[in-house]
């Protein structure tokens, strides 16, 4: 830019023949040299790094009050039936991602370990991380990976899986990148067949090479609305360095794979040289080449070094499930009848006919749900307005309704 001789700078009043650079305003006669426009990209770095550290002390505060493994554990056994292992790995690792965050700068740099939940439906994946959601006090986020597609494709790309952390942190990137992201249904997303695919497999095996940059640790631009990237939308700069990834999904018929590396038969019969192991008791034996064996790609499982299982609920687990939690189901609907005044209860011949109808259709902890509703529709439409103080849910109730709801279904 050529130097106007009789201008000169609106800050600090130096002649345009003492600057390199004299840059105009938007209004006439206002200047700014390059000196101070260096000052003020050097206070502006100050301003910003001191902000980061008054972020990271405050944050280093909270740490003294994180609950350890053990307390979050006992948070988790008011909401969660069961499933030991799978809520000692989890608090453990939760844990540790606090720790990570406000470890210090040496040569010994701990690394996140993300970790992959492989567990029948129904048997409390999402509601463990649900349930350790009310707990954190870093940005949590569930996500499903069964919208996700390869770039330019129907659906939604990887980076929109940060959109919902970013949202969660009321769009504090640094927040953000402080955060724990649940991918859901990750198995929805396995490689269609065993061999590397040759043509497009745009929802399976493209979106878990997609999913790599981001379970490692990368900066990602994320599109603040979600969805698909547009050359004119202003993106968000994402560090995932330090944002624990937790996986979730049911691998349905991953037992054929177990059983096939153990040399042994899932329907429970064993010929010489074979181990007799029950159907529901392979998901104990479940390792990283069952979920390659499965369609997940040697990379992806690389990134999700932990790997635990959740066990398929057995007749007293579900039973149980069904009255001890905080937000159990009859607890809910006891809450629903109360607020009109009704005191609602449950003989418990009641609650063992509901059990076994949910052992019959083999949806778990979700099933329970669905069948106390279709026993329950009846009641909540009926009860409210009649003046009644006190009504029982009996044996003979659940199953005239279970017998009408299946006339329906037919």
């Given at each position: 830019?050529?130097k106007?001789?009789?201008?000169k700078?609106?800050f600090?009043?130096?002649d345009?023949?003492?600057?390199q650079y004299?840059?105009?305003?938007s209004e006439?006669?206002v200047?700014?040299?390059?000196?101070?426009i260096?000052?003020?990209?050097?206070?502006?770095?100050?301003?910003?790094?001191?902000?980061k550290?008054?972020?990271k002390n405050?944050?280093?505060?909270?740490?003294?009050?994180?609950?350890?493994?053990?307390?979050?554990k006992?948070?988790?056994?008011?909401?969660?039936?069961?499933?030991?292992?799978a809520?000692?790995y989890?608090?453990?690792?939760?844990y540790n991602?606090y720790?990570?965050?406000?470890?210090?700068t040496?040569?010994?740099?701990?690394?996140?370990?993300n970790?992959?939940m492989?567990?029948?439906?129904?048997?409390?994946?999402t509601l463990?991380?649900?349930?350790?959601a009310r707990?954190?006090?870093?940005?949590?986020?569930?996500?499903?990976?069964?919208?996700?597609?390869?770039?330019?494709y129907?659906?939604e790309?990887?980076e929109?899986?940060l959109?919902r952390?970013l949202?969660?942190?009321?769009y504090?990137v640094?927040?953000?990148e402080?955060?724990?992201?649940?991918?859901?249904?990750i198995?929805?997303?396995?490689?269609k067949?065993?061999?590397p695919?040759?043509?497009?497999?745009?929802?399976?095996e493209g979106?878990?090479?997609?999913l790599?940059?981001?379970?490692?640790?990368s900066?990602?631009?994320?599109?603040?609305?979600?969805g698909r990237?547009?050359p004119?939308?202003r993106?968000i700069?994402?560090?995932?360095?330090?944002?624990?990834?937790?996986c979730?999904?049911?691998?349905?018929?991953?037992?054929?794979?177990?059983?096939?590396?153990?040399?042994?038969?899932v329907?429970?019969?064993?010929?010489?040289?074979?181990?007799r192991?029950?159907?529901d008791?392979?998901?104990k034996?479940v390792?990283?080449?069952d979920?390659k064996?499965f369609?997940?790609?040697p990379?992806?499982?690389?990134?999700?070094p932990?790997?635990?299982h959740?066990?398929?609920?057995?007749?007293s687990?579900?039973r149980?499930?069904?009255?001890e939690?905080?937000?159990a189901i009859?607890?809910?609907?006891?809450?629903?009848?109360n607020m009109?005044g009704?005191k609602?209860k449950?003989?418990?011949?009641a609650?063992?006919?509901?059990?076994?109808?949910?052992?019959?259709?083999?949806?778990g902890?979700?099933?329970l749900?669905?069948?106390?509703?279709s026993?329950?529709i009846?009641?909540?439409?009926?009860?409210?307005?009649?003046g009644?103080?006190?009504?029982?849910?009996?044996?003979?109730?659940?199953?005239d309704q279970?017998?009408?709801s299946?006339?329906?279904?037919?």
């Open positions: 830019m050529p106007a001789k009789s201008n700078c609106s600090c009043g130096r345009a023949s003492q600057t004299l840059i105009p305003g006439n006669g200047f700014i040299c390059d000196s101070c260096d000052v003020i990209n050097g206070m502006i770095q100050e301003v910003e790094q001191e902000n550290a008054k972020a405050q944050f280093a505060k909270k740490l003294s009050d994180v609950p350890k493994p053990v307390q979050i006992e948070f988790l056994d008011q909401y969660v039936i069961g499933q030991e292992s809520k000692k989890l608090s453990v690792a939760v991602h720790k990570r965050l406000m470890q210090a040496d040569d010994t740099d701990i690394e996140k370990s970790i992959i492989v567990g029948p439906t129904g048997t409390g994946k463990i991380a649900k349930t350790i707990l954190l006090d870093v940005p949590f986020t569930i996500v499903d990976a069964t919208v996700l597609t390869q770039a330019g129907v659906g790309d990887i929109s899986l959109t952390l949202q969660a942190a009321d504090d640094a927040k953000a402080r955060g724990i992201v649940f991918i859901d249904e198995d929805k997303i396995a490689r067949g065993d061999n695919s040759i043509t497009r497999d745009v929802s399976g979106v878990q090479q997609g790599l940059k981001l379970l490692e640790g900066v990602v631009n994320v599109p603040p609305q979600g990237k547009h004119e939308q993106m700069p994402v560090d995932t360095k330090n944002i624990l990834f937790i979730g999904g049911a691998f349905d018929g991953i037992e054929q794979k177990i059983a096939h590396r153990m040399n042994s038969h329907v429970g019969y064993a010929s010489a040289g074979q181990r192991v029950k159907k008791d392979y998901l034996y390792e990283p080449q979920l064996s369609g997940l790609i990379e992806i499982i690389g990134r999700l932990i790997l635990t959740l066990e398929p609920l057995d007749r687990a579900l149980r499930v069904l009255t939690p905080k937000n009859t607890r809910q609907y006891v809450k629903l009848f009109d009704v609602l449950f003989d418990e011949d609650l063992d006919l509901i059990v076994d109808t949910a052992i019959e259709y083999k949806l902890a979700r099933g749900r669905s069948i106390v509703e026993v329950m009846d009641s909540m439409y009926e009860v409210p307005g009649t009644l103080k006190e009504f029982t849910i009996t044996r003979q109730l659940v199953a279970l017998a009408k299946t006339k329906i279904q037919q």
